[in-house]
Each structure stands twice: as structure tokens, then as C-alpha cells.
């Protein structure tokens, strides 16, 4: 049975929570302005997304917490000074970058020098591929569903050297532009080009050996 005497809060949403698919840019008013409820939307956004982009780029996972918290500190202290040259997300990821390679330095070496993934002859001098790459088999969604496809996925990017998981993550996972990706870790174009070639390409054999296996 209803019950006729339900609190208005029981049956209308309080207003943020009808205004949680705003934009990163229409919460960068509300956030410049110090509205503590788009803050809290904003780190529900993105602490997940930035504690994986941490993780990729250092072993040690409390390191990586510690610079995602970090990086909430610096948001706070300059989110006024933020001049929208960039988008929200990519000043937010460069800030973690940053806070990242500098923990970075106090962390031990702990993995062996890696084989490159794919071997070099496999690209011209400029980074494209010396000859075009085979399309996916077109039986692969038969052989190995989502479900089963995404641990292998994320073993295979974390198998990947440093920086083709950066790349890969931040094109393929979350989404930047060349250009962001670009600003965020602050390489050339060409270097971004060749990561991304070979990240991907990295994957493409490892996933490519599990689908023999399927």
C-alpha cells in the first residue's frame, strides 16, 4: 500500500541529482564559484579514470593514490586560475601527470628492461606501418564475448611498456584527442603517432594469441 504521507525529498530528486549529466564546462562555473556539490560530482567523475592513468604509469598503487589525491589538492588551489585554454579533463590530467612523475622518482625500479612488443621492422621511418595491418577476423565476437575479451584486455595493456599504456589509455580508453593526449604528456605528435601505433599493435598480438586459444 502507498503510503499518502511520503516526504516531498522521497518523490522529487533534489536538483543535482537531476543536473549529473552536466558537461565538464557547465560545471567549471559552478566549481570556480565554490559550489561544493560540483566538486563532489566532478571527483565522482573522474577519481576512477585518473587512479587507472596513475596505475599505468607507476607499479605501486598507494604511489598512484597519493598522486590522484594530490591532484585533487591542486584543483582546489587553481581552479580560479583555470583560463579554459584546454579542456577540463585534459588540465586535469596533465596535473596528475605531472604529480605522477614526480612520486615517480621515489619509487624503485622494479621491472627488468623490456623487448619492444612489436618489432621495429614492422614500421617506416616515420612510424606508420610499412604495410597495412590485416583487418580483425570477423569471427572474433563469435569466439570470445565481451565479457570474457575485457580481463585479457587489461592484462594485455598492463603487459604493454610504460608509455604505449599511457597513450592507449588516453586515446583508446578515455578518449583524448592526439592533441590532448599530446598536452597531458607533453610529447610531439610523431611520438604520440608511434606509441599509439605500437601500443595498439601490442595488443592486437597478445589478443590475437588468446583468440587462438578460444
Known amino acids: 500500500m502507498v503510503r499518502e504521507n511520503t516526504a516531498a525529498s522521497d518523490v522529487c530528486p533534489h536538483p543535482s541529482t537531476l543536473r549529473s549529466v552536466e ?27 585518473m587512479l587507472r592513468l596513475a596505475c599505468s604509469m607507476v607499479s605501486d598503487q598507494a604511489i598512484a593514490e597519493e ?3 594530490d591532484t585533487w589538492i591542486g584543483v582546489v588551489r587553481g581552479i580560479d586560475r583555470f583560463e579554459g585554454r584546454s579542456s577540463l579533463k585534459t588540465w586535469l590530467f ?15 625500479q622494479r621491472r627488468l628492461p623490456r623487448e619492444p612488443s612489436v618489432s621495429p621492422d614492422r614500421f617506416d621511418a ?4 610499412a604495410e597495412p595491418v590485416e583487418s580483425w577476423d570477423d569471427a572474433v565476437a563469435d569466439r570470445m564475448d565481451a565479457s570474457a ?5 587489461w592484462k594485455a595493456l598492463n603487459g604493454l611498456p610504460p608509455r604505449q599504456r599511457e597513450i592507449v589509455l588516453l ?21 604520440q603517432r608511434i606509441l599509439l601505433h605500437r601500443g595498439r599493435a601490442g595488443l592486437r598480438e597478445i589478443l590475437a594469441s588468446e583468440m587462438k586459444k578460444a
Open 23 to 49: 558537461t565538464d564546462a557547465e560545471l567549471l562555473g559552478r566549481l570556480q564559484s565554490g559550489d561544493e556539490q560540483a566538486f563532489v560530482m566532478f571527483v565522482k567523475r573522474y577519481q576512477m579514470p
Open 67 to 69: 598522486a590522484v589525491q
Open 94 to 108: 596533465r596535473i596528475l601527470v605531472n604529480r605522477v612523475r614526480s612520486a615517480r622518482a621515489i619509487e624503485q
Open 126 to 129: 616515420s612510424g606508420q606501418w
Open 171 to 191: 586515446r583508446d580508453v578515455e578518449g583524448l584527442s592526439s592533441e590532448e593526449a599530446c598536452d597531458v604528456l607533453d610529447i610531439r605528435p610523431g611520438n
Open 149 to 153: 575479451l575485457m580481463p585479457v584486455l
